[in-house]
């Protein structure tokens, strides 16, 4: 069964900078595409972020700010959150869908607070 942790969440000022990390377990991780999705107060989970062996896929919210990355070796997906403002707040939860078939693995989520 494959899980997702996720860590790096926290209080962060306008214009400043974040690293979000999700660990994997319990699955081939080369064989998922992950992502970075986001839940704002009152509002629905929008993908912020996705990786695939076609490459990368940001929100237009968050292009050229944030970039996502992998690293197969140590089960692990990235999102390098920069220039944040006080709308990227939200919970982010990583997402990892298997490529071959229809499954889908969720983290728990972390929180984000972009806030002076």
């Known amino acids: 069964q494959g899980r997702l942790v996720e860590s790096g969440g926290g209080l962060v000022q306008p214009g400043g900078t974040l690293r979000l990390t999700c660990v994997a377990s319990?699955?081939?991780?080369?064989?998922?595409?992950m992502g970075w999705y986001r839940q704002a107060p009152g509002k629905q989970r929008d993908m912020v972020a996705r990786?695939?062996?076609?490459?990368?896929t940001y929100a237009d919210s968050v292009q050229g700010r944030f970039t996502i990355s992998r690293d197969n070796s140590k089960k692990m997906a990235y999102l390098q959150l920069d220039r944040v403002k006080p709308d990227d707040t939200g919970v982010y939860y990583c997402?990892?869908?298997?490529?071959?078939?229809?499954?889908?693995?969720w983290g728990q989520g972390t929180q984000v607070t972009v806030s002076a």
């Open positions: 990786i695939t062996r076609d490459g990368t």
């Open positions: 319990g699955m081939t991780f080369s064989d998922y595409d």
């Open positions: 997402n990892a869908h298997y490529t071959r078939g229809p499954l889908d693995y």
